[in-house]
């Protein structure tokens, strides 16, 4: 009869689908048969991996990736950050962000509670950390005062449509709009300084990135000998992140080419990717292939086309690639992105679960786990950036990235729903938690922009702690209001 609890937590848990890779509920429940002693210690465990698998893709793979795409390209800082790093930051959370605004329910507002937590999250704390890593560092003057004065117009904007209390189909096409404007302006200041944003040393610096590898790790195991254990037992764990990654993620390098891991990516990147948009394409969705008579899964057609390519090339491929090639880069951004994306999510599953087995309120989980979940991929990236020698893409992108989840992935949304209602208005649900995020994005943002001006356009250390400190008051805010409002 004691087993029974257990046996009712376990069918429940599995009653719902897997939000992620792993269901961390049904681990909990089913597995580990409930017990808290040791639930928490290995989802603890599993957290670090997650975060440590987030932090290898970005530091290894996702920020060479960009760098040597900007290099190639010859894209300025502030071109990058609002084109590669808003897109490879900001596509997953767009997507987040426009599902929960088509829910029921709460959905909506959780939908625009999210973007504007994520934008608070980032713009104070992960700028923040940018700051203490690599201040103090220059800034364009040209392009950062651009990027949070449009930035800070938008949240203006959008602030007072929500004031409104509703939003007609114009104005959510504006703020599309006002996206690609800026994306355009950006595009249209580079070329008219013809070279002086992507100045040479840039440039070089670019070229630098090409030729070697970059890694976040680079530098850390140059500790004393008490540290030598703790060195190899980092070693023994990163081993399974890395052959992993190294599977999937394509290398940039000709100095890193392997016929192996080449013959890999061809195989399995394919396959992850059809996983990727399994939410429009079902992996067993019957195809006809070969055989008239017969439909095959999806998933065996692309495994099979796929390894046999892979096949082919590990029989006739030999020779090392005498230069970079420029699709093996785009691959390998993609990929990282996907890798970024996935293990935010589970990220945030395995946080989530760990806030319900300590009973922690929904109203708290809300503003703090799913925030932070939302937006760990932005810091991790952000931040290996930053570390890479890249402080001024990273910055940049801490202001294009959430201005592209708000006006392309909230916007998008909006206008899906103002479409439906047209020539009606969407109404939207006043809630005081949203209005407090509002204010504390603005403060932040008119925060940054005055103390860097101010400093002549050199973002101070001091000015990192402030921004943390800020972010520590609004999520205090945020949790009184939400747990007093339910």
Known sequence: MAALPSTAACASARAGPAAGILDYAAIHACLLRGDRRLSLPILTLLL?????????????????????????LRLSPSMAAVTLLALGNGAPDAFASAAA?????GLPR???????????????????????????????????????FFYLVAASALFCVYLSAEIFLWQAVGLVLFYVFFVGLVFYMDLGAAGKLVSSAELEMGRAAMDLPVSVEHGKQRAATIWTVLTKVTRVWDWPVTFLLKL?????????????????????????????????????????????????????????????????HFRFEKETPERENIASTLISFVMSVFWISTMAGELLNCLAAIGVIMDLPPAILGMTVLAWGNSIGDLVADVALAKNG???????????????????????????QTARVYPKAFVLEF??????????LLL???????????????????????LMGLYVLFTIVSIAIASSSG
């Not at 999210?114 to 103090?136: H, Y």
């Not at 890249?390 to 006006?407: E, S, V, Y």
């Not at 008119?446 to 101070?460: D, S």
């Open 48 to 72: 670090l991996a997650h975060f440590r698998f987030l932090a290898a893709a970005a530091g290894a793979h996702f920020s060479p990736a960009v760098s040597r795409l900007a290099s190639r």
């Open 101 to 105: 605004l088509r829910g029921a329910g």
């Open 110 to 148: 959780a939908g625009l509670a999210a973007i504007l937590s994520a934008g608070a999250f980032v713009s104070a704390f992960v700028v923040g950390a940018v700051a203490l890593i690599a201040a103090p560092f220059a800034v364009p003057p040209a392009s950062f005062a651009r990027d949070v």
């Open 248 to 312: 999937t993620i394509p290398s940039t390098l000709p100095s890193e080419w392997n016929r192996f891991y080449v013959c890999a990516n061809i195989c399995l990147c394919p396959l992850i990717l059809l996983y990727s948009f399994s939410s429009f394409i079902p992996l067993d969705s019957r195809i006809v292939f070969l055989f008239p008579q017969i439909r095959f899964p999806l998933w065996s057609v692309v495994l099979l086309v796929s390894f046999c390519l892979a096949l082919s």
């Open 390 to 416: 890249q402080p001024t893409i990273a910055i940049a992108g801490c202001f294009a990235g959430p201005m592209f989840n708000m006006l392309v992935g909230l916007g998008t949304a909006l206008v899906m």
């Open 431 to 440: 809630h005081v938690g949203i209005v407090v995020a509002f204010v504390f």
């Open 444 to 466: 932040s943002l008119m925060g940054t922009l005055f103390v860097v001006t101010w400093a002549r356009f050199r973002v101070p250390r001091f000015w990192g702690y402030c």
